[in-house]
C-alpha cells in the first residue's frame, strides 16, 4: 500500500497544547487551542507486512542522512533503539507501543520520497511517528481513527528522547486546517472550512534555536503562576490565545485575507510582549528583521514566527499568489529556505443526482398510469405533493443549483417537462388561493434547475448513475434515491448536513442509519469506527451486502456511547467523488471487453473498490428516513410523512 504524511504547521495557538495539559493540576488554566494544518511537503511511502520491523529508502532528498534499518519485532530491543537518540529512534518508538498493546507483526516501510524539510519547525519526526503508526494500522486491520493514530504517533515519540508538543502529530489529519482543543488530557480535532485561497509562505531561518532551552523556561511558569511574569505568560497561552483562535477561526470562514494576516501580527507582538521575556532563546533577532524587511511587507497581510518561536522559522500570509511567489524567491534568494502552502476552499457540492429510471414493479398496477416518484404525499402544511418535488425541494433549500433526473427513455421526459415547465392554465391557476399561485412559481423555477439523462439499457443502479458521469463533470455531486423520502429532525435540511460533512472532510460519503439486528440480511450493513465524540461520523472499514444475523453479531457490530452494539445500513443519500465515476466507467469498460453486456454494474461495487483506494465517511444523519418502493413502506409513509 502506498501512504503520504505531511508535514504540520501551527498557524495560532503555539505552546498551548502543552499548556492546556496542565489543567490536570490547576482547574484554572485555561484550555489550549490551536489552528494547525497539514503542508503540501511531506512523506511519500510504500508499505507491506514482514516479519521484521524494516525501514529502506529510495528518497533522493535523504540520500546523505540515510542509512537502511532493520531489527527484530522485539519489545525490548525496540525500546533500546527508541532511547538511543539514533536517526530510526522515532520510529522504533511507536513500533514498540504497537507490539506491546496490538501484538502486531512486522512492516517494512519504503521511503519513495520525502518533500519535507527536517528541523525546520514544521514536525518532520511527528510525520514519520505518523506513517509508521499508519503503517500498522492499515496492513493490520487495527481499526484506528485519525485521531487514535495521532494518539499513537505521540506516545510513541515519547518513548524517545524527544518531547514532542501534543499539536505535533496534527498531520495525521492531512493538508488541511484542523482546529485542536487541549484540555487537561483530553484532546479535540475539527475540520475548519476555508472560504477564498489563503497564500502563506513559510521558511526556515537558517539560523540557531534552542527548542529545549525555551520549552524549559517556559514550563517553570506551570501549573501554578509564581509571579506577574508567569501570570502573564499564562494568559498569553490561555484567555489570550482562545480569543486569537477564535478570531482567526472566524477571518478564515469568511475569506478575510487581510484581517487573518493583520491578527498574526497582533499575535506575534503578544508573544514577544508575555512570552519572550520568560527565555533569553526566545531573543530572535532574525526572526525580527525578516518580519520588518522593507521588501517584504508590500507583499504580505501579516507573519508571525513558527512552533516554539525563536529564530527557528517564519510565516507569512501573502497577499496574492504572484506576491506569494515572489515572496518565496526572495528569501531563498537570502539564503532561507522557502515553501508555499496554499490553503484552498473546499468544493462546495452544488450538483446532484437523482435517478428515476425504474418502473416500481412492486407497485403495479398504478405505476402503469402514474411513475411512483409522482405518487401523492400528503404533508405537514397541508398540501400534497409528488414524491419527487418533496425530494427537488429538499436538494433546493440545501443549495443545490443543479439537478440531473436519470430517467428510463426520452418519453417519460414529458411527464417532468409538463409538470415543472409549462405553466398552469389560467383557468385553473385563478381557483387557487393566492398563496398557491405564488408555490406555482416555485415549482417552474425548479424546473429551470433540472437536466435530464437517459439509461436506455437496464443494468444496474450503479450503470443508472454512471449516465450522470458528464453531468457531474469532475465534481462532487449528492445522489438521492427517487423512491425514498427523507425528514429532518431539525431545521437542517438532511441533504444539507451531508454537504456541510463534505465540506469539512472532502471525502466520499454514505449517510447512515441504525436498523435492528433481526433486520440485517435484508441491507448492506456498514462497520468501522468513529472519527468523532458526538458518534455521527463513522470511519467505514467494512462493507457487507445482507449479513446472515450471527456473523453480523460478531463482526459488524458498532459500539455507541453505551457500549451497546448498532447496525448501520445506508440511509439513501451519498455524495460521490469524481474517483467513483472513474471506477464506474472502468467496471463498465470492463464488462465490454469481456462481450459481457448484460451484466449489471452495481454502484456498491464501485464504493467499495474507492473505500479500499481512499477510504469512505459515513455520516448518521439527524432525520428519518420513509422507503417508498413497495406497498407496505407506501402506506407508512402517507401516514407518518404528513404528521
Not at 490536570?24 to 511519500?44: C, L, S
Not at 487537561?184 to 537558517?206: P, Q, T
Not at 510582549?273 to 532563546?281: D, G, L, R
Request: proline fraction near 4%; charged fraction near 25%; glycine fraction near 6%.
Amino acid at each position: 500500500m502506498k501512504l503520504f504524511v505531511p508535514g504540520r504547521l501551527c498557524l495560532f495557538g503555539e505552546h498551548s497544547d502543552w499548556a492546556g495539559h496542565y489543567r490536570t493540576m490547576n482547574a484554572d488554566i485555561k484550555p489550549g487551542a490551536a489552528i494547525v494544518t497539514g503542508i503540501e511537503q511531506g512523506i511519500y511511502a510504500e508499505v507491506e507486512k514482514s516479519s521484521l520491523f524494516e525501514m529502506y529508502s529510495d528518497a533522493p532528498e535523504i540520500d546523505k542522512v540515510w542509512q537502511d534499518f532493520s531489527c527484530r519485532m522485539d519489545e525490548s530491543e525496540l525500546k533500546r533503539i527508541a532511547k538511543s537518540g539514533t536517526f530510526f529512534s522515532y520510529c522504533a518508538g511507536v513500533a514498540s507501543y504497537m507490539l506491546e498493546w496490538y501484538k502486531v507483526g512486522g512492516v517494512r516501510i519504503r521511503i519513495l520520497s520525502m518533500t519535507l524539510p527536517m528541523k525546520s519547525g514544521l514536525s518532520s519526526s511527528a510525520a514519520i511517528c505518523v506513517l509508521v503508526a499508519r503503517a500498522f494500522n492499515v496492513l493490520y486491520s487495527l481499526n484506528l481513527n485519525t485521531l487514535g493514530e495521532m494518539n499513537i504517533a505521540y506516545l510513541g515519540e515519547l518513548r524517545t528522547s524527544s518531547r514532542c508538543g501534543r499539536l505535533d502529530q496534527a498531520c495525521a489529519f492531512g493538508v488541511k486546517p484542523n482546529l485542536m482543543t487541549f484540555d487537561g488530557d483530553e484532546i479535540e480535532v475539527r475540520s475548519l472550512n476555508v472560504k477564498k485561497h489563503l497564500y502563506w509562505v513559510f521558511a526556515d531561518l537558517c539560523a540557531e534555536k534552542d527548542t529545549i532551552k525555551i520549552l524549559s523556561d517556559l514550563n517553570r511558569a506551570y501549573p501554578f503562576p509564581n509571579s506577574d511574569a508567569d501570570r502573564a505568560e499564562h494568559e498569553a497561552l490561555g484567555e489570550n490565545n482562545l480569543e486569537i483562535v477564535d478570531r482567526a477561526v472566524k477571518y478564515m470562514a469568511e475569506g478575510n485575507a487581510e484581517a487573518l494576516g493583520q491578527l498574526m501580527t497582533e499575535a506575534e507582538q503578544l508573544f514577544d510582549e508575555k512570552v519572550a521575556p520568560m527565555s533569553s532563546a526566545l531573543w530572535a533577532p532574525k526572526l525580527h528583521a525578516v518580519l520588518k524587511d522593507p521588501n517584504i511587507l508590500p507583499l504580505i497581510w501579516g507573519g508571525k514566527g513558527v512552533g516554539s518561536h525563536g529564530d527557528g522559522s517564519v510565516q507569512f500570509l501573502a497577499r496574492s499568489q504572484e506576491a506569494q511567489q515572489q515572496l518565496c524567491d526572495y528569501l531563498n534568494a537570502n539564503e532561507m529556505k522557502a515553501y508555499t502552502l496554499t490553503l484552498k476552499p473546499v468544493h462546495t457540492v452544488r450538483k446532484a443526482i437523482i435517478p428515476v429510471a425504474g418502473f416500481g414493479t412492486r407497485l403495479y398496477p398504478a405505476t402503469r398510469a402514474l411513475k411512483k416518484d409522482f405518487f401523492p404525499i400528503p404533508c405537514p402544511d397541508g398540501m400534497v405533493r409528488p414524491v419527487i418535488l418533496i425530494l427537488l425541494e429538499e436538494l433546493v433549500k440545501s443549495g443545490i443549483e443543479e439537478i440531473c433526473l436519470v430517467l428510463g427513455s426520452e418519453e417519460e421526459r414529458q411527464q417532468y417537462s409538463d409538470y415543472f415547465e409549462r405553466p398552469l392554465p389560467e383557468e385553473h391557476l385563478r381557483k387557487l388561493s393566492p398563496e398557491a399561485q405564488e408555490y406555482e412559481n416555485r415549482i417552474l423555477s425548479i424546473g429551470k434547475r433540472l437536466h435530464y439523462v437517459y439509461q436506455r439499457e437496464k443494468r444496474g443502479f450503479g450503470h443508472a448513475v454512471y449516465q450522470a458521469a458528464q453531468f457531474a463533470a469532475n465534481e462532487p455531486v449528492l445522489l438521492l434515491l427517487g423512491d425514498t423520502l427523507y425528514r429532518s429532525n431539525s431545521n437542517k435540511p438532511c441533504a444539507l448536513q451531508m454537504v456541510e460533512e463534505y465540506e469539512r472532510y472532502n471525502s466520499l460519503m454514505v449517510s447512515i442509519h441504525p436498523i435492528p439486528l433481526g433486520e440485517v440480511s435484508r441491507y448492506g450493513i456498514l462497520y468501522g469506527f468513529w472519527e468523532d465524540k458526538a458518534q455521527t461520523l463513522l470511519h467505514v472499514s467494512t462493507m457487507y451486502e445482507k449479513p446472515k444475523v450471527n456473523y453480523a453479531e460478531e463482526f459488524l457490530g458498532v459500539r455507541n456511547k453505551n457500549g451497546e452494539k448498532e447496525y448501520y445500513s445506508v440511509f439513501g443519500q451519498y455524495i460521490l467523488t469524481p474517483e467513483v465515476f472513474a471506477q464506474l466507467h472502468e467496471d463498465i469498460m470492463q464488462a465490454e471487453i469481456e462481450e459481457d453486456h448484460v451484466r449489471e454494474i452495481e454502484l456498491t461495487s464501485a464504493l467499495e473498490k474507492v473505500r479500499q483506494r481512499s477510504g469512505m465517511v459515513g455520516v448518521r444523519l439527524n432525520g428519518q428516513m420513509f422507503d417508498m418502493g413497495n406497498p407496505s413502506a407506501l402506506v407508512h409513509a402517507v401516514e407518518e410523512f404528513s404528521k
